[in-house]
């Protein structure tokens, strides 16, 4: 079992829809995650992370974590097409610790 | 905001040459910087973690005398791929950690193209 799996996508939505991206980990100890988008030929860009069981919302973008199930979650409110790009999860198992990175899903949002 | 500076963005060179890369953390100290590499439609993967004043650890497959790391200061790593082949073409991204702050800040990537 991969460290950290997602979905490859593409995953497809019309603009304004919401956009749900999902993760799932395989290490109990983990304990920061974090979300990256990842536009094509650039470096990953933090949108936001989370530690605690529950929601966390910042703007457009909401993460959900559940540690039980060992699961986080994405999700983007009124997508627009500029959030088109890969979204990254990443999970570390300490706060010094290195990140570990799921192969990104691709979003599509299309006008 | 913290800022991780990388230089070059890109780099074609010859097979068996060396590259040299450089990350500068600007205005924060990082003791501890990680090297990536990303392959096309691949998720990044770990080479190795950098640590100022110490040697790097290096992820199991990666050949630590073939991907030289110094990190002699607290603002800056270098990644040097020594005898580079085609195979090494790649997305090479440094990543830095703050103390005290969560969440990692990349540098810009380094697009290296062996011909």
């Known amino acids: 079992q991969k460290e950290v799996e997602q979905n490859s996508g593409p995953l497809s939505v019309p603009e304004g829809a919401i956009a749900s991206l999902n993760c799932t980990y395989s290490?109990?100890?983990?304990?920061?995650f974090f979300w990256y988008r990842q536009y094509s030929g650039k470096s990953p860009e933090l949108i936001m992370f989370?530690?605690?069981?529950g929601d966390k919302e910042d703007g457009r973008f909401t993460a959900q974590l559940n540690k039980a199930s060992q699961y986080v979650s994405l999700l983007i409110r009124d997508s627009q097409p500029s959030d088109s790009a890969t979204y990254l999860c990443?999970?570390?198992?300490?706060?010094?610790?290195?990140?570990?990175f799921g192969k990104g899903t691709k979003l599509s949002v299309k006008p | 905001g913290a800022v991780v500076s990388q230089h070059p963005s890109w780099v074609i060179c010859k097979s068996g040459t060396s590259v040299k890369i450089e990350c500068r953390s600007l205005?924060?100290?990082?003791?501890?910087m990680f090297w990536y590499r990303q392959f096309p439609k691949q998720s990044l993967m770990l080479m190795a973690t950098?640590?100022?004043?110490?040697?790097?650890?290096?992820e199991q497959g990666v050949e630590k005398d073939k991907f030289l790391i110094n990190h002699a200061s607290l603002t800056l790593s270098t990644l040097t791929v020594t005898s580079a082949h085609p195979e090494d073409s790649s997305f090479y991204i440094c990543?830095?950690?703050?103390?005290?702050?969560?969440?990692?800040?990349f540098g810009s990537g380094t697009r290296l193209t062996v011909v």
């Open positions: 989370i530690y605690s069981n």
């Open positions: 290490d109990r100890g983990s304990q920061s």
């Open positions: 990443a999970v570390n198992k300490g706060s010094q610790g290195n990140l570990i």
């Open positions: 950098s640590n100022e004043g110490s040697k790097a650890t290096y």
């Open positions: 990543s830095a950690l703050r103390q005290g702050v969560l969440g990692y800040t």
């Open positions: 205005d924060f100290q990082a003791t501890t």
